[in-house]
């Protein structure tokens, strides 16, 4: 079972920034958050991880609490091609360190003119 | 540099028939997984080798599915006497080395319809 709890969906407006949370209160402290991203009829997309410090990339930026058991997901200026399935992942699963990721339903993002 | 490619992109097979798909790594990645994504399942992780070894089969749903390695790059899933549930796009990916410190690069897919 996936670790991790989202919103099943979620709307933002072209041009502002969208905010995508997670919960992982269960993450120990071996494991990274993980973000990934599915637009339609594609395979998924990496966004961004981390593991206790925030992170930013030319895609978006992770905010972790200080605890880790919650993060979010902030794309700053969200345009249509952003609309997608987002996921949010603990890796590795258990002792496991073959980084299979466990997917969960993620959060389905939509973005509107 | 190219990504990670996977053929057939379609694949129509009747019950009952042997089906194999293919995937190609991004090249120098030694991890390789393989994913599985339906409607009432959503992705699931099906295998992952390391190299050409896969220490990890536990997502692989029966007996019928099997899937090897060669050169420590090319990977075949194979699944032998397909049924109705199998139809799904099967997603391979790839990345530099297993660990959770590393991002996986994700094929196109295959989607398998059975009928």
């Known amino acids: 079972d996936a670790k991790t709890t989202q919103p099943p969906s979620m709307d933002c407006a072209e041009g502002r920034a969208a905010n995508l949370p997670c919960n992982h209160s269960?993450?120990?402290?071996?494991?990274?958050v993980y973000w990934y991203r599915q637009i339609h009829s594609q395979g998924p997309q990496y966004i961004i991880h981390?593991?206790?410090n925030n992170e930013t990339n030319e895609m978006a930026s992770l905010i972790i609490t200080e605890d880790r058991k919650s993060s979010t997901l902030i794309l700053p200026h969200a345009t249509l091609r952003d609309t997608a399935v987002y996921y949010c992942?603990?890796?590795?699963?258990?002792?496991?360190?073959?980084?299979?990721?466990?997917f969960g339903q993620g959060t389905t993002l939509q973005v509107k003119p | 540099g190219a990504g990670v490619s996977q053929s057939p992109s379609n694949k129509v097979t009747e019950k009952g028939k042997d089906v194999e798909l293919r995937c190609d790594p991004i090249?120098?990645?030694?991890?390789l997984y393989w994913y599985r994504q339906s409607l009432g399942q959503g992705l699931e992780f099906l295998i992952y080798?390391?190299?050409?070894?896969?220490?990890?089969k536990s997502g692989l749903p029966s007996d019928r599915f099997s899937a090897e390695r060669t050169g420590g790059s090319v990977s075949t899933l194979t699944i032998q006497r397909t049924q109705q549930e199998d139809s799904a796009v099967y997603l391979c990916?790839?990345?530099?080395?297993?660990?959770?410190?590393?991002?996986?690069?994700f094929g196109p897919g295959t989607r398998l319809t059975v009928t």
């Open positions: 990916a790839s990345s530099l080395t297993a660990g959770p410190s590393y991002e996986q690069y």
């Open positions: 269960t993450i120990s402290g071996n494991e990274y």
């Open positions: 981390g593991l206790k």
């Open positions: 992942i603990v890796s590795p699963d258990g002792s496991s360190n073959t980084g299979k990721l466990i």
């Open positions: 090249s120098g990645h030694t991890a």
């Open positions: 080798f390391q190299g050409n070894s896969a220490p990890d």
